[in-house]
């Protein structure tokens, strides 16, 4: 009897042995799917479909200039911002870069596919929406002309093909907010720039028939859950594009703020709420210097997961001290030499061609760039504009538009490495025929002959700064021919780009490439 208690009771802790075990090997087992499910969450990935219509029927509504310019700069913020490019389905109606782009995506992309007309928006909007998971993030933009029908409580989004007799040509607000309601994606962002000021064309064949609001309205359908929305203006205002900023301004200040100015809290982290606030603040601020006008950005949101992080800020130093960064332009060499750096604030040396040469002092922060013509003391040539604009890797781009010399255009600068201008060198002018030999370099100072077989040789003294190289008539020996005008340029690995003034001024640039000593 003794013997089967005992044998029961090793049973029995057996028993309770296999089943502590089992237990265990379950929460394991359990951890082991947590963990899978928080490696996945993580691992979602990000979509976007953006949408973008400028040229539009003539006989429907008339033309819009830089709707485009914002889709296709809000493309290349959210590729840098970590959106795989593959998952960016891009809609416009630039059919040369469309076939560019279908090109790179693979042979079976057909650019025709990609145009914004109506029935092909719904088709890739319900294919990117569909096939969403809970763990995925999704934007889509919408940048072109918005109509209100007196008779219709909904807001439409016009495609390229949108006849205005026709509201099934359109796309309803209401529908897309149903779409992303439906769709699994866990963070879902709708930006809608589409309610510019008098949409119909002089041309317009509907203007007679079709009856629209001459304000703009919200949608009347709630935002659904799990949607962030912002629209590029409240109700009863317009948005409008400015020739100066290259884009529509609610477009411009929500790609500045995704590319880092709207990270109020100086985390390195820009959050839904911080670009909504951003652009809300500075559209409003931008519409009512510039314009006289009330454009303020709208703002919808029932997302409840929480701040949805955009993108993470690199905060390594955008713009070192000694850094020198020289521009590409078409008519003259531009170069920014970093000479001071405290906290925000720089000063650098700026030049642009033979003619003008200054010092500009500025701030920096958060990849936006700045200086302001008071701030600006002018060693030679004018004082210019003030200048803005957003530095991205080894690039910064740079609008001015104010007096004396308003320009929509933006310029590159790429930083330059280290120059090769050194003892010894010898650069040939291949058009001209000339040499420029360096006989000695000390410092930020040189030496150098310039010699023409027929009829120069000059000896020059000058300055150069990393990549940037410039001597002036002042300072030139002429031993045969004439002293010869200022000159200026710029260094790039082994190639000289130089321009100078009178006398023979030229506003070209030259090509000198590096010739191996004797």
């Known amino acids: 009897m003794a013997s089967t208690n005992r044998a029961a009771g090793h049973e029995s802790m057996r028993a309770k042995t296999i089943g502590c075990g089992a237990k265990i090997f379950r929460s394991l087992i359990a951890a082991v799917l947590l963990v899978a499910g928080g490696l996945r969450a993580a691992a979602g990935e990000n979509y976007a479909l953006l949408v973008a219509v400028g040229d539009y029927d003539l006989k429907e509504l008339r033309p819009l200039k830089f709707t485009r310019a914002d889709i296709l700069d809000f493309q290349k913020t959210l590729v840098e911002s970590g959106f795989p490019e593959r998952n960016i389905v891009l809609m416009h109606d630039d059919l040369p870069k469309l076939v560019a782009r279908c090109q790179q ?35 889509v933009a919408f940048a072109g002309h918005g109509v209100q029908f007196r008779d219709d409580k909904r807001s439409y989004y016009c495609p390229a093909d949108t006849r205005l007799e026709q509201k099934d040509s359109l796309i309803a607000i209401e529908d897309v907010y149903s779409a992303l309601k439906d769709s699994a994606a866990g963070r879902k962002m709708l930006l ?15 203007r007679k028939t079709v009856d629209l609001e001459s304000v703009t309205r919200p949608p009347s359908q709630p935002v659904p859950e799990g949607v962030v929305a912002l629209f590029s203006c409240k109700p009863g205002q317009k ?28 985390d390195g982290k820009i959050s839904h709420e911080e670009l909504a606030r951003y652009a809300e603040r500075q559209t409003a601020d931008y ?84 200086w302001f013509r008071k701030d600006v003391q002018s060693l030679r040539g004018g004082l210019g ?78 300055t150069v700064s990393g990549g940037v190289i410039s001597w002036f008539a002042k300072d030139v020996r002429a031993k045969i021919g004439t002293v010869g005008g ?20 030229a506003s070209g640039m030259f090509t000198l490439k590096l010739q191996k000593p004797q």
């Open 239 to 266: 948005s409008f594009e400015m020739p100066e900023l290259g884009h529509g301004i609610f477009f411009y200040h929500v790609l500045e703020g995704w590319k880092g100015n709207a990270d109020a809290n100086k």
């Open 192 to 206: 809608v720039d589409a309610c510019q000021n008098d949409p119909q064309s002089s041309l317009s064949r509907s």
């Open 105 to 139: 995506l693979g042979p079976d992309v057909k650019a025709q596919d990609y145009l914004p007309e109506g029935a092909k928006i719904r088709r890739e909007l319900e294919l990117l929406l569909n096939r969403l998971r809970a763990d995925d993030a999704v934007v």
């Open 287 to 370: 519409a009512a210097a510039k314009l006289k006008v009330s454009q303020t950005p709208l703002s919808e949101s029932k997302f409840s997961g929480g701040d949805w992080i955009l993108r993470s800020i690199d905060r390594a130093d955008p713009l070192p001290v000694g850094s020198v960064w020289v521009g590409d332009p078409k008519e003259f060499t531009t170069s920014l030499t970093v000479t001071k750096r405290e906290g925000e604030t720089f000063e650098a040396r700026f030049t642009a061609g033979a003619g003008f040469d200054r010092i500009v002092r500025g701030t920096v922060a958060n990849g936006a760039i700045g």
């Open 385 to 462: 504009n003030d200048n803005l604009g957003t530095i991205s890797g080894d690039e910064i781009s740079i609008a001015y538009g104010t007096a004396p010399n308003p320009s929509s255009g933006r310029f590159t600068l790429q930083r330059m490495k280290d120059d090769k201008f050194q003892k010894g060198s010898v650069w040939l002018n291949e058009k001209a025929g000339s040499t420029l030999t360096v006989i000695d370099r000390k410092d930020g100072t040189f030496v150098a002959r310039m010699y023409h077989p027929k009829g120069l040789d000059r000896e020059i003294k000058g």
């Open 486 to 505: 200022d000159n200026y340029g710029a260094i790039r690995g082994e190639t000289i780009d130089m321009s100078w003034s009178g006398p023979g001024t």
